[in-house]
């Protein structure tokens, strides 16, 4: 459990995975299980939630759009992620979305534990000009910003004075591939919060798709929230097909631009 901010701090639960079996769907399984989550947050002493979702109700207090970048496109085409762009060929296509082989930033390294607390300061700091973000301890910067392999990659910039200016991360969320005589699941990087100070933000990205491409990714995806909309497009991301809406439970807010989201959900 988080506090949120929109510009006084309220504790929320954070609603981020409601799962149901496939053969179980459309039986009103979903308002069972949000009735006893929401049961059991009460008994904690908490009575707001934010969450998202696809489908469209009443009313979402912001709406976001998943942005698509292919770092292994040769695959996403034959997995049918996506396809061939008119008059291109696989080859055209391939060339189009190469990356650079190393990253270009100076002094980029892997978030270290002495970082810890400097990574802290940077993100509460950066999250400040926004209208709905997560307020977190150092505790659970270190949680949520820790790399761990296949869970959550985080990459922070050095100076020469040896002071960290800035940072970039993301999370892991593979996906089966059913039915397929090759593949047999899709390796994606999800863009977490990225914070700069020094360092361009188009530099910072254009470093983590290549970092997401070395360490094996197939795609990489991102939320049009916060300040992403300065590079989706520079970046050759492709819009994907469908609205992420943001909801709150319990608490009256008014609606804002994506631009004034942030923070990140599924």
Not at 9 to 25: G, P, S, T, Y
Not at 173 to 185: A, D, G, Q, R, V
Request: proline share 5%; with cysteine.
């Amino acid at each position: 459990m988080v506090f949120f901010s929109l510009f006084r701090e309220k504790k929320m639960v954070e609603i981020n995975f409601l799962c149901v079996h496939k053969k179980l769907r459309s039986k009103r399984v979903a308002p069972v299980l949000i009735r006893e989550i929401t049961r059991r947050v009460h008994l904690e002493g908490i009575f707001q939630a934010v969450y998202t979702a696809g489908v469209v109700l009443p009313k979402p207090v912001g709406t976001c759009r998943y942005w698509h970048r292919s770092l292994n496109p040769r695959k996403l085409i034959e997995v049918k992620f996506s396809h061939l762009s008119r008059n291109m060929t696989m080859q055209r296509t391939m060339k189009l979305y190469r990356l650079p082989e190393s990253p270009k930033t100076a002094g980029l390294r892997p978030m270290e534990k002495k970082d810890i607390p400097v990574v802290h300061q940077l993100l509460t700091r950066y999250l400040k000009q926004f209208h709905l973000t997560p307020v977190m301890s150092q505790e659970e910067v270190e949680h949520w910003f820790y790399p761990q392999e296949n869970i959550i990659d985080t990459f922070v910039v050095e100076n020469a004075n040896g002071e960290v200016t800035d940072f970039l991360s993301f999370y892991t969320l593979p996906s089966t591939i059913m039915n397929h005589p090759t593949h047999k699941s899709l390796k994606a990087a999800y863009s977490f919060y990225n914070v700069h100070t020094q360092t361009p933000l188009l530099d910072l990205m254009s470093d983590a798709l290549v970092l997401a491409k070395m360490k094996g990714f197939d795609v990489f995806n991102a939320l049009d929230l916060m300040e992403n909309k300065a590079f989706l497009e520079k970046l050759k991301f492709g819009i994907g097909d469908g609205n992420l809406q943001y909801y709150l439970y319990n608490w009256k807010c008014p609606s804002m631009g994506a631009e004034k989201v942030g923070l990140v959900l599924q």
